[in-house]
């Protein structure tokens, strides 16, 4: 499977992929994210892979971001899919901060989308965020997620609380935008 966009394209993701990404993983204190994998091992990002494997297809799509070069740079998921209620959660991550921030992830954000809307048969895609994570959260509204709430103070977050944002585009809405 290769999803391809301009700069990047969404494949399958090896044991080698999951590896160099798990080391690749760079804090990034001015847009942190609710699980940082600092000091994790090798072993952890092995095991990582196996549940990849194990929820590949059944709830989670997930693949890596690549760019047209072949590094591998990311990934990204349609998780938790509820095929009843025809909808699923988004997930995505860039480990090294120089690839952050470059148009990379919407790309990537759109190919799934697409994905998840034309293939899947998926009515809602849903998406979380940090309130300190304003990229992403730009990234979502311009691809036309809109914001449905707000959990206050959700997530205790380097020594502060932080407030988790809550987004989601409903395929009327994702057919409307010129990003299909």
């Given at each position: 499977?290769?999803?391809?966009?301009?700069?990047?394209?969404?494949?399958?993701?090896?044991?080698?992929?999951c590896?160099?990404?798990?080391?690749?993983?760079?804090?990034?204190?001015?847009?942190?994210?609710?699980?940082?994998?600092?000091?994790?091992?090798i072993?952890?990002?092995d095991?990582?892979?196996?549940?990849?494997?194990?929820?590949?297809?059944?709830?989670?799509?997930?693949?890596?971001?690549?760019?047209?070069?072949?590094?591998?740079?990311?990934?990204?998921?349609?998780?938790?899919?509820?095929?009843a209620?025809?909808?699923?959660?988004?997930?995505?991550?860039?480990?090294?901060?120089?690839?952050?921030?470059?148009?990379?992830?919407?790309?990537?954000?759109?190919?799934?989308?697409?994905?998840?809307?034309n293939?899947?048969?998926?009515?809602?895609?849903?998406?979380?965020?940090?309130?300190?994570?304003?990229?992403?959260?730009?990234?979502?509204?311009?691809?036309?997620f809109?914001?449905?709430?707000?959990?206050?103070?959700?997530?205790?977050?380097?020594?502060?609380?932080?407030?988790?944002?809550?987004?989601?585009?409903?395929?009327?809405?994702?057919?409307?935008?010129?990003?299909?």
């Open positions: 499977m290769k999803l391809e966009a301009k700069r990047i394209y969404l494949s399958v993701l090896e044991r080698e992929h590896r160099k990404l798990w080391e690749d993983f760079e804090y990034d204190f001015e847009n942190p994210t609710e699980e940082p994998n600092i000091g994790h091992s072993e952890t990002a095991n990582w892979f196996d549940e990849i494997q194990r929820l590949q297809g059944n709830t989670n799509v997930r693949l890596g971001i690549f760019l047209n070069n072949g590094e591998v740079i990311g990934d990204i998921a349609l998780q938790n899919i509820d095929r209620n025809r909808k699923c959660d988004l997930g995505m991550g860039i480990p090294k901060l120089e690839n952050r921030c470059k148009g990379y992830g919407k790309e990537a954000l759109g190919l799934m989308l697409s994905y998840g809307f293939y899947l048969g998926l009515k809602r895609i849903e998406a979380n965020t940090l309130s300190v994570n304003i990229p992403a959260q730009k990234s979502l509204e311009k691809l036309g809109v914001l449905e709430g707000v959990q206050r103070k959700a997530v205790y977050l380097c020594g502060k609380y932080v407030d988790r944002m809550m987004y989601a585009i409903l395929k009327e809405e994702y057919l409307k935008t010129d990003k299909k």
